[in-house]
């Protein structure tokens, strides 16, 4: 069975431009987590999930902090919550990860879940051999093809 | 002759440059420096493998690399983020008070522990702790760094270029704490005059709310009580033989490796995760350094340079001290503490052996590369680092900032060993 008998064909997808807002209101309607950002030509550029919206939040030095469990009160920083400066002006394109794992639609569907727990992701974009994106792959999907036999 | 000059000095030129470049690691481009000094050594026969190979101060490298064991282990303990927020509590919320006992704690850190590790355990709690207050961060991040450079100077496992001036001079540890300790308090004191002059707007505002900080219970940053114990039972003994050195004529690396033995033996912590944790390009750069400069030293070079310095010294001594201290912390600032340090040694070496004095010329050397490590962000790890660290928080340090708090903090430090010139 290959990756493209099983994927998502009709997907969600915005452009480098799209802004944050408009992301999160997609997130909601769709009920998805996570969204692929293509450039005009339906090429692929990157992904943003919840992750990436909720990273708006954390300031950018937080990795570098050995330890902050014993820590509960995050005093004036709370006000992050309340008002980000800027917020509606960060697009898809500021927020996405761009070093994304992707796989290939003629690839054996075995390659998926070895993919998602080698890199702990929970959906892989789908491309052709040009690289456009033609698909996404979520564990959904995989679930339906082990436990229906695949195609349903 | 001549060729051995001309080959030796361009080999150092070039991989000076490539070092300072920026475009290459300083590691391996130091690296292939020193193989290429010792390959044009075997060709023009100034140098050989085995003058290579006892180039290398193990004396140094063993000092270094126990030092860097015994600071892995301490790390994982959480001790740093247990001192910084007791700080915080002990300032009761002043910023000005909190910027000097913030770099007061950092540089009686940098004394005993590597100074980059210093930086990058404190700094980012202090920020976190200035983001909780609602106050800015800038003043205690550029006086952790200032102030790391500085206490480095205080001691001689406080600093690389120190350890090798111990090692080259055979000072002890209570040498560097006779001749440096006492000025290096003076220079913080003069630093922090600077700071507050330069950031008098920014630390006069007091939090609105320091009650987040006093709900913080720093006890609980201690991750594994039991191991930070051990490895300030390890560090104690370090510090009571460095300071019974000259009774038991130990060696520095011995008493570093020692440490770092009696801290595997108690904490028994993965020994891979160890060795991960030791700066092997640290360890690599200092070793080529020596192969490097070895080679320079062979070839008759710096012989030259030295003869040039025993006849300065020997027209007015004095003058030949503040020229050390001035071209020693420029140069430090402008090449980095280390190289201008490995580039030196054999020279005040030799200045010996023509007969001058050389007891406060090593002195002078230390403070010059020392308190000039701060006049620029590439004068010492510490400050790449931490400059780099800044960069994620919403003000960092810029150049002007730089210029108006670290540089003019070297300048005031230099003129300040440069009226104690005499004495020293």
């Given at each position: 069975m290959k990756v493209k008998d099983v994927m998502a064909r009709a997907i969600i997808k915005v452009g480098p431009s799209t802004g944050i807002r408009k992301i999160y209101d997609i997130f909601c309607e769709k009920n998805i987590s996570g969204v692929p950002v293509v450039d005009g030509e339906n090429r692929l550029l990157g992904m943003v999930t919840k992750t990436e919206l909720l990273e708006v939040?954390?300031?950018?030095?937080?990795?570098?902090?050995?330890?902050?469990?014993?820590?509960?009160d995050f005093g004036a920083l709370e006000e992050r919550l309340e008002s980000i400066p800027?917020?509606?002006?960060?697009?898809a394109e500021d927020l996405m990860v761009r070093d994304i794992i992707t796989i290939n639609e003629?690839?054996?569907?075995?390659k998926a879940p070895a993919l998602m727990n080698k890199y702990r992701i929970r959906r892989i974009p789908v491309v052709d051999p040009d690289k456009k994106l033609v698909g996404v792959i979520t564990r959904m999907d995989l679930c339906r093809a082990l436990f229906n036999g695949g195609l349903s | 002759m001549m060729e051995a000059y001309i080959t030796a000095g361009a080999i150092f030129i070039v991989t000076f440059y490539a070092i300072l470049s920026g475009k290459f690691d300083r590691s391996i481009a130091s690296f292939a420096g020193a193989m290429a000094m010792v390959v044009a050594g075997i060709a023009l026969g100034f140098y050989s493998q085995e003058a290579a190979f006892g180039m290398i101060d193990f004396n140094v490298m063993g000092l270094l690399l126990g030092m860097m064991v015994i600071v892995s282990v301490c790390k994982k303990t959480g001790f740093f983020s247990y001192v910084a927020i007791k700080t915080v509590k002990a300032s009761g919320g002043s910023p000005l008070r909190l910027m000097i006992m913030l770099g007061c704690i950092t540089a009686f850190l940098s004394m005993a522990l590597d100074n980059v590790t210093t930086i990058i355990l404190i700094i980012p709690i202090t920020i976190l702790v200035c983001d909780i207050l609602g106050i800015n961060p800038l003043p205690m991040i550029v006086s952790e760094i200032v102030l790391s450079n500085i206490g480095g100077v205080?001691?001689?496992?406080?600093?690389p270029p120190n350890m090798m001036i111990a090692s080259s001079a055979g000072f002890s540890f209570n040498d560097f704490i006779v001749h440096l300790f006492p000025i290096v308090l003076v220079a913080m004191a003069l630093s922090f005059v600077v700071l507050i002059i330069v950031f008098k707007k920014d630390i006069c505002k007091r939090p609105k709310d320091f009650r987040p900080i006093l709900d913080?219970?720093?006890?609980?940053?201690?991750?594994?009580v039991k191991s930070l114990r051990k490895v300030i039972f390890a560090l104690s003994i370090v510090f009571a033989l460095f300071i019974a050195q000259k009774k038991f004529g130990l060696h520095h690396s011995f008493i570093a490796l020692l440490g770092a033995g009696v801290v595997l033996v108690l904490v028994r912590p993965k020994i891979e995760e160890v060795i991960k944790d030791v700066e092997w390009p640290v360890l690599i750069f200092f070793a080529s350094l020596f192969v490097l400069i070895g080679g320079l030293e062979h070839s008759g070079i710096l012989n030259i340079i030295a003869k040039q310095v025993v006849r300065l010294a020997s027209l007015n001594y004095t003058l030949a001290k503040v020229s050390l201290l001035w071209i020693s912390g420029i140069s430090s600032a402008l090449v980095g503490a280390i190289p201008f340090t490995t580039s030196m040694l054999p020279v005040i070496k030799y200045v010996g052996v023509l007969g001058q004095e050389t007891g406060s010329l090593w002195w002078v050397l230390a403070l010059g590369v020392g308190f000039g490590g701060c006049g620029t962000p590439i004068g010492t790890m510490a400050g790449v680092v931490g400059l780099s660290m800044s960069e994620?928080?919403?003000?960092p340090i810029d150049f002007k900032t730089w210029l108006k708090t670290a540089t003019i903090v070297m300048l005031v430090n230099l003129i300040f060993v440069t009226l104690l010139i005499k004495i020293i």
């Amino acid at each position: 069975m290959k990756v493209k008998d099983v994927m998502a064909r009709a997907i969600i997808k915005v452009g480098p431009s799209t802004g944050i807002r408009k992301i999160y209101d997609i997130f909601c309607e769709k009920n998805i987590s996570g969204v692929p950002v293509v450039d005009g030509e339906n090429r692929l550029l990157g992904m943003v999930t919840k992750t990436e919206l909720l990273e708006v939040l954390v300031p950018d030095y937080f990795d570098m902090v050995d330890e902050f469990l014993f820590i509960d009160d995050f005093g004036a920083l709370e006000e992050r919550l309340e008002s980000i400066p800027n917020l509606e002006l960060f697009i898809a394109e500021d927020l996405m990860v761009r070093d994304i794992i992707t796989i290939n639609e003629n690839a054996s569907l075995m390659k998926a879940p070895a993919l998602m727990n080698k890199y702990r992701i929970r959906r892989i974009p789908v491309v052709d051999p040009d690289k456009k994106l033609v698909g996404v792959i979520t564990r959904m999907d995989l679930c339906r093809a082990l436990f229906n036999g695949g195609l349903s | 002759m001549m060729e051995a000059y001309i080959t030796a000095g361009a080999i150092f030129i070039v991989t000076f440059y490539a070092i300072l470049s920026g475009k290459f690691d300083r590691s391996i481009a130091s690296f292939a420096g020193a193989m290429a000094m010792v390959v044009a050594g075997i060709a023009l026969g100034f140098y050989s493998q085995e003058a290579a190979f006892g180039m290398i101060d193990f004396n140094v490298m063993g000092l270094l690399l126990g030092m860097m064991v015994i600071v892995s282990v301490c790390k994982k303990t959480g001790f740093f983020s247990y001192v910084a927020i007791k700080t915080v509590k002990a300032s009761g919320g002043s910023p000005l008070r909190l910027m000097i006992m913030l770099g007061c704690i950092t540089a009686f850190l940098s004394m005993a522990l590597d100074n980059v590790t210093t930086i990058i355990l404190i700094i980012p709690i202090t920020i976190l702790v200035c983001d909780i207050l609602g106050i800015n961060p800038l003043p205690m991040i550029v006086s952790e760094i200032v102030l790391s450079n500085i206490g480095g100077v205080g001691t001689m496992i406080g600093d690389p270029p120190n350890m090798m001036i111990a090692s080259s001079a055979g000072f002890s540890f209570n040498d560097f704490i006779v001749h440096l300790f006492p000025i290096v308090l003076v220079a913080m004191a003069l630093s922090f005059v600077v700071l507050i002059i330069v950031f008098k707007k920014d630390i006069c505002k007091r939090p609105k709310d320091f009650r987040p900080i006093l709900d913080i219970d720093e006890r609980q940053a201690i991750k594994d009580v039991k191991s930070l114990r051990k490895v300030i039972f390890a560090l104690s003994i370090v510090f009571a033989l460095f300071i019974a050195q000259k009774k038991f004529g130990l060696h520095h690396s011995f008493i570093a490796l020692l440490g770092a033995g009696v801290v595997l033996v108690l904490v028994r912590p993965k020994i891979e995760e160890v060795i991960k944790d030791v700066e092997w390009p640290v360890l690599i750069f200092f070793a080529s350094l020596f192969v490097l400069i070895g080679g320079l030293e062979h070839s008759g070079i710096l012989n030259i340079i030295a003869k040039q310095v025993v006849r300065l010294a020997s027209l007015n001594y004095t003058l030949a001290k503040v020229s050390l201290l001035w071209i020693s912390g420029i140069s430090s600032a402008l090449v980095g503490a280390i190289p201008f340090t490995t580039s030196m040694l054999p020279v005040i070496k030799y200045v010996g052996v023509l007969g001058q004095e050389t007891g406060s010329l090593w002195w002078v050397l230390a403070l010059g590369v020392g308190f000039g490590g701060c006049g620029t962000p590439i004068g010492t790890m510490a400050g790449v680092v931490g400059l780099s660290m800044s960069e994620r928080t919403r003000t960092p340090i810029d150049f002007k900032t730089w210029l108006k708090t670290a540089t003019i903090v070297m300048l005031v430090n230099l003129i300040f060993v440069t009226l104690l010139i005499k004495i020293i």
